[in-house]
């Protein structure tokens, strides 16, 4: 496609369709727009380098898109193969791409700096390396991708890309995931086929993240990108996660699904987040096991007198956490199933408050076990903490039937709370007084993950 046939595509039937399927239809003329300025903002009277931009005989335009993801149950379990309950939303990264035959991949990303990699070595063989001098770069996710493409057998090559993302930086919408899975499918669709399944995808962006980025991470956020909807997901097989598609609109059931973002930064927190699976693993290593999934949580209450011997409290805390959170994600899930088949009202009102109860849980588990509200190195900043017990002082004062949870890994970023629909700007005036204009999010389950458009 040219940038006017992009232009058309959007205003066509087959586009306008698509988009709202993406995004719903409130922000239909916004998607519209952005698409089309990517696409324009490839030419070089644009800005784009001219070395980079599409010649006239170029190949065709191509659109990505891959969403963030919102998690609905399952806090900080992924990583010792447990259960998560997650879902793709209407918020992702999008980027209009063109293939290059000289295997340099220049990536352009509104709000961050220009990103080259040069996949070609001096020796005419593909540079597919771990670089030290890349670490936490997307330099190094992008290399670390090709490279696990070339390990499946493709022969990846450049492209340039215009690209802009809606997630939230440091939101706990999974920004970096959407990006990672974004440039996953990229590579996918222009040299290995498009034949890679969500899953397969997810993988790879968690493997170059792990050891090409420099960050521990779990398998959930890349999973739900790339598969998009509500999705049970079970980390048991590792190499093969059961993945399991749920239907679940909050709206229907007559609640705004929100993330209120506090405002607090997760730049210097990597420390609290890799200390969670280390401890979680450190009891499970006592027992000569490597994840927690392989034990049950009456093994470790037996000994827990020997394990505090070498092991200290907060990791026994945290693995407790994981065992009832693990279980929970799963009947959480059950209770969607019930929720998608409810007959009347009165029934998929009381499934929907089993659920509520659910989430709840989930919050004190993270804010009484887990200890993921704030750093214990920052104790003055408490933004998740008191984005909880403002939204349930909220709840008490209008008597509602609500819940929320920490969002993500947590420490900073974002809470999640489930809002009656006729007391959402009541309580966005609420959540926008204390953490700025704009706080609160309203989030849409989008059903597809990553996709090329069109």
């Not at 399944?197 to 990108?225: H, T, V």
Request: with cysteine; hydrophobic share 40%.
């Amino acid at each position: 496609m040219t940038g006017s046939d992009i232009r058309d595509l959007v205003y066509s039937k087959q586009g306008t369709q698509m988009l709202e399927l993406l995004y719903g239809t409130e922000t239909l003329e916004q998607e519209r727009r952005r698409y089309i300025s990517l696409a324009e903002g490839m030419l070089p009277q644009a800005g784009f380098p001219e070395e980079f931009s599409p010649a006239p005989h170029a190949p065709a335009l191509r659109i990505f898109s891959a969403p963030g993801r919102t998690e609905l149950g399952g806090n900080h379990t992924d990583h010792n193969r447990g259960r998560v309950l997650a879902a793709s939303i209407q918020m992702d990264a999008v980027a209009v791409v063109t293939p290059r035959s000289d295997g340099k991949v220049f990536f352009r990303s509104t709000g961050f700096p220009d990103v080259l990699v040069d996949l070609s070595g001096s020796d005419g063989k593909m540079n597919l390396s771990p670089r030290r001098d890349e670490l936490g770069t997307t330099e190094a996710l992008v290399r670390g991708i090709a490279a696990e493409f070339a390990l499946r057998g493709a022969e990846p090559g450049g492209f340039s890309a215009n690209a802009s993302s809606t997630v939230f930086h440091g939101s706990g919408l999974s920004s970096s995931a959407a990006v990672e899975v974004l440039l996953a499918k990229i590579f996918d669709s222009l040299y290995s086929g498009g034949n890679c399944s969500a899953i397969e995808l997810a993988r790879i962006s968690q493997k170059a993240e792990n050891a090409y980025f420099g960050k521990p991470c779990g398998l959930m956020d890349q999973a739900a990108s790339a598969s998009g909807g509500a999705v049970a997901i079970d980390f048991a097989d590792p190499a093969a996660p059961l993945v399991q598609k749920i239907e679940f609109d909050p709206l229907a059931a007559g609640y705004a699904l929100c993330v209120v973002n506090t405002r607090g930064s997760h730049a210097d927190l990597t420390p609290d987040y890799a200390a969670i699976p280390q401890e979680m693993n450190a009891v499970a290593r006592y027992f000569g096991k490597d994840f927690l999934r392989e034990l049950d949580l009456s093994q470790v209450l037996a000994h827990t007198g020997e394990i505090r011997k070498t092991v200290h409290d907060r990791a026994l805390l945290r693995a407790i956490h994981f065992f009832h959170e693990n279980e929970r994600a799963l009947s959480m899930a059950n209770v969607l199933r019930k929720l998608e088949a409810a007959g009347d009202r009165h029934e998929k009102n009381e499934t929907m408050g089993q659920f509520l109860d659910m989430v709840n849980e989930s919050c004190d588990s993270s804010w009484e076990l887990l200890q993921n509200m704030y750093s214990p190195r920052f104790p003055l900043r408490q933004e998740i903490s008191l984005a909880l017990a403002i939204t349930r002082e909220f709840f008490r004062e209008f008597s509602a039937k609500s819940a929320c949870r920490v969002h993500g890994g947590g420490f900073a970023g974002t809470i999640q709370a489930y809002i009656p629909v006729d007391l959402l700007e009541s309580y966005r005036s609420r959540m926008d007084a204390a953490f700025g204009s704009g706080a609160v999010t309203v989030l849409r389950i989008r059903p597809l993950g990553a996709v090329e458009f069109g």
